[in-house]
């Protein structure tokens, strides 16, 4: 099983709602990811989990609040959100150690902020 | 500075032929992955074929290839036999290690591949 389950596959939410995304993965990896990616453009790191720890935030805003309640769940919680927020959020789960392990993707939430 | 270099926007392939996507990296560390993914309207990023710095072959997967030049750092993607259904957006990627000791995945800004009939 190399799946990445990502839920919603796609949300619309006004600037003052409170939503969460959610990832699961079953592959025993305990490296899990979330990048954003804007249309037409490459995915931008957001948030590394390894062993349920945050390892990296990069410099993301407080209006998103990532999660890591065990080694399979990962969240990402949204609250009050900007219009320039809207994109693609994708999770990623890999292997931890070593430089050859391939990330597996879910299919992405696709953002809307109204 | 970027680490991932893909030169070409976009590509154009006629059905059943082969078709090379240009990858180019840039880094100090002796052992890295490189990864290419393949992204279509969907969004979902599909994991195709990676190649470690230590291999002495090329990677191969089906009909996907990788064309590993390392005193070069490029790691171009050969696509043989063209199909309609690999029209996408196609990004190459390497794994970087952080100084949180954890790793990342950087991505290249991508190549839009449209397959003609």
């Known amino acids: 099983d190399t799946e990445v389950t990502q839920t919603p596959k796609h949300l619309v939410m006004g600037m003052t709602n409170k939503k969460s995304l959610k990832c699961e993965q079953h592959m025993g990896h305990r490296a899990m990811y979330w990048y954003k990616q804007k249309a037409k453009k490459p995915p931008e790191l957001m948030f590394v989990?390894?062993?349920?720890?945050?390892?990296i935030n990069e410099s993301v805003p407080s209006r998103f609040s990532p999660e890591c309640p065990n080694s399979s769940l990962l969240n990402l919680h949204l609250h009050a959100l900007q219009p320039e927020d809207s994109a693609l959020y994708l999770c990623?789960?890999?292997?931890?150690?070593?430089?050859?392990?391939?990330?597996?993707f879910g299919q992405g939430t696709r953002l809307t902020v109204v | 500075a970027q680490k991932i270099t893909q030169t070409q926007p976009g590509m154009f392939v006629q059905e059943k032929e082969a078709v090379t996507l240009d990858c180019t990296y840039d880094t100090s560390d002796p052992s890295y992955g490189l990864f290419w993914y393949k992204q279509p309207s969907s969004g979902e990023m599909i994991f195709l074929i990676y190649?470690?710095?230590?291999?002495?072959q090329n990677a191969t997967e089906g009909r996907y290839s990788l064309n590993f030049q390392k005193a070069r750092k490029s790691a171009n993607l050969v696509i043989s036999a063209s199909q309609l259904g690999d029209s996408a957006m196609y990004f190459c990627a390497m794994r970087e290690p952080t100084t949180s000791g954890t790793y990342k995945y950087i991505f290249g800004t991508g190549t839009r591949l449209k397959v003609l009939a």
């Open positions: 990623a789960s890999s292997q931890d150690e070593g430089a050859y392990a391939e990330a597996f």
């Open positions: 190649q470690g710095s230590y291999d002495q």
């Open positions: 989990y390894s062993y349920e720890k945050l390892s």
